[in-house]
């Protein structure tokens, strides 16, 4: 059977399950394991990013919340095994086809983005922004603030317009500068800058490579 990702709900559920089974009658500072969890450390990136001294901290409470980290370390190296496979950020046509699927029968326009890492490979899908049929008010401190929290290395800015038409607009065009300026100062790689419609995509770095050829 070919193997899926995980969208970010159903890790989440999973997360949840995880820590219900396994720690369920267990106590850390006094309140269940399961509602500090969630209150800490709510999601698989969260437990992610947690340091070797709070681990350590955790683990002193109770053994089985070290057997519970044991077993997440079991399956990261699971993950690790497998030979990697190309990420759809890797593609602008891959990235595009992909974004067009999941925009499919939107009536407002709004903006996702896809942080990555080092090589690439997509470690977060994000909806940021939903606005009107026309119109979506963009924040660029709001990306780049979820872009260091993922510690992502860069990014691609995809929105969609409803009408089909994937022309930018001198305001898409200026925020995608604008964007592109603030990643250089925060050392983050705004990899591209996308436009969705119907069944068709825009793409700034394809534009940007045609004008230079």
Not at 26 to 38: F, K, M, N
Not at 132 to 157: N, T, W
Not at 159 to 166: D, F, L
Not at 195 to 212: C, K, M, T
Request: negative net charge; aromatic residues 10%; glycine residues 6%.
């Amino acid at each position: 059977m070919e193997e899926q990702k995980l969208t970010g709900f159903q890790a989440t559920s999973l997360y949840e399950r995880a820590i219900r089974c396994c720690l369920s009658d267990v106590e850390i500072h006094g309140i269940s394991a399961y509602r500090y969890l969630q209150l800490y450390y709510p999601d698989l990136i969260d437990l992610k990013q947690i340091s070797r001294n709070q681990r350590d901290e955790l683990c002193q409470c109770d053994q089985r919340i070290n057997e519970f980290f044991m077993a997440l370390d079991l399956g990261a190296a699971m993950v690790k095994v497998y030979p990697e496979i190309e990420g759809v950020a890797y593609s602008s046509v891959e990235l595009g086809q992909a974004m067009i699927a999941h925009f499919a029968g939107e009536e407002q326009e709004s903006v996702c983005v896809a942080f990555t890492d080092a090589q690439n490979n997509i470690i977060k899908l994000k909806t940021l922004f939903i606005g009107g049929r026309s119109e979506c008010v963009l924040y660029p401190d709001q990306i780049f603030k979820h872009a260091l929290r993922y510690s992502a290395s860069g990014l691609v800015m995809v929105h969609n317009h409803p009408s089909g038409n994937i022309k930018p607009s001198q305001q898409d065009l200026a925020f995608a500068k604008r964007l592109e300026r603030g990643g250089k100062l925060l050392g983050i790689q705004v990899l591209d800058f996308m436009i969705v419609g119907n069944d068709q995509y825009y793409s700034w770095r394809e534009q940007e490579l045609q004008a230079q050829s």
